[in-house]
C-alpha cells in the first residue's frame, strides 16, 4: 500500500492564480482530511470529508474548496491564490471511528 | 477556540540526556495523541491515550495523560541523534465528522553527539 499520496511536492504560485492539490490514500479510510501548516503554529484543519460527496469545514476554509467524488481521492482547491496562503499543506486519512490519522508528505506551496 | 500549548518550543540537548515536553490546554479532550515530524514529511503517529492519568511507554518514550484530560507530557530517556524531529501533540474530540484534532505548536528537538 502506499498510504496517502500528495502531488505535487512543491509548487509556486503567483498573486490570483488558481490551482488544485492532489490528495489520495489506498486504504479505504471513510475519513479524510486537509490541514495547513505554517511555521511555529502547529496544524490547522482547512476542510474534512466523512465519504463521497459529503465534505464540511475545518478551521480555516475560507479560499479554499474541496470535492470528495470517490473514496479514495479528496482534491484541495486554491481560487485567486494570496500570500496568506504561502504553507505546507497535509492530507490525513482516518477509518471511521478510528482516532489515528496517517498523514501524507505534504505540499510545500509559495504564492508571491 | 481550543488551543494547545507546547514547552519547550526548541531544545537542544546531548545525547545520553533526558528531556520532557508538556503540552497543556484549559479544554478537555477525550484523547491526547503525540506525533513526530521530520523535515519534508508529514507527521507520524507515535501513541494515542485515552484515559485520564494514562501512561504509555514506546521504548525509551514515556506518554501521560492527564488526570483531567487536559495535558500532557512525552518523557525520552536518554536521548539519541534519531530522536530529533519536531514533536507535536494533538488533542482529538471524537465527532460524526471523525476524530477532530487540535495541534499543539510544537517542540523542535536536536540531539547531539
Known amino acids: 500500500n502506499a498510504g496517502v499520496t500528495q502531488t505535487p511536492k512543491f509548487r509556486i504560485l503567483k498573486i490570483g492564480q488558481s490551482m488544485t492539490l492532489q490528495c489520495a490514500q489506498d486504504m479505504n479510510h471513510n475519513y479524510m482530511y486537509w490541514y495547513r501548516q505554517d511555521p511555529g503554529m502547529g496544524l490547522k484543519l482547512i476542510y474534512y470529508s466523512v465519504g463521497a460527496g459529503i465534505t464540511d469545514k475545518g478551521e480555516v476554509p475560507n479560499g479554499y474548496n474541496v470535492s470528495r467524488s470517490t473514496t479514495e481521492d479528496f482534491p484541495l482547491r486554491l481560487e485567486l491564490a494570496a500570500p496568506s496562503q504561502t504553507s505546507v499543506y497535509f492530507c490525513?486519512?482516518?477509518?471511521?471511528?478510528?482516532?489515528?490519522?496517517?498523514f501524507g508528505p505534504g505540499t510545500r506551496l509559495t504564492v508571491t | 477556540t481550543q488551543l494547545l500549548e507546547q514547552s519547550p518550543q526548541f531544545l537542544s540537548i546531548q545525547e545520553g540526556e533526558n528531556l520532557t515536553v508538556y503540552c497543556n490546554s484549559s479544554?478537555?479532550?477525550?484523547?491526547l495523541q503525540w506525533y513526530r515530524q521530520e523535515p519534508g514529511e508529514g507527521p507520524v503517529l507515535l501513541v494515542t491515550?485515552?484515559?485520564?492519568?494514562e501512561v504509555k511507554k514506546l521504548k525509551r518514550l514515556t506518554f501521560q495523560f492527564g488526570d483531567a484530560r487536559k495535558d500532557s507530557s512525552l518523557h525520552i530517556t536518554a536521548a539519541q541523534p534519531g530522536d530529533t524531529g519536531l514533536y507535536l501533540c494533538?488533542?482529538?474530540?471524537?465527532?460524526?465528522?471523525?476524530?477532530?484534532?487540535?495541534f499543539g505548536t510544537g517542540t523542535q528537538l536536536k540531539v547531539e553527539l
Open positions: 491515550v485515552v484515559t485520564g492519568g
Open positions: 494533538a488533542g482529538g474530540i471524537l465527532t460524526g465528522g471523525g476524530n477532530k484534532l487540535t
Open positions: 490525513a486519512s482516518g477509518l471511521a471511528g478510528a482516532r489515528e490519522q496517517y
Open positions: 479544554s478537555v479532550f477525550s484523547s
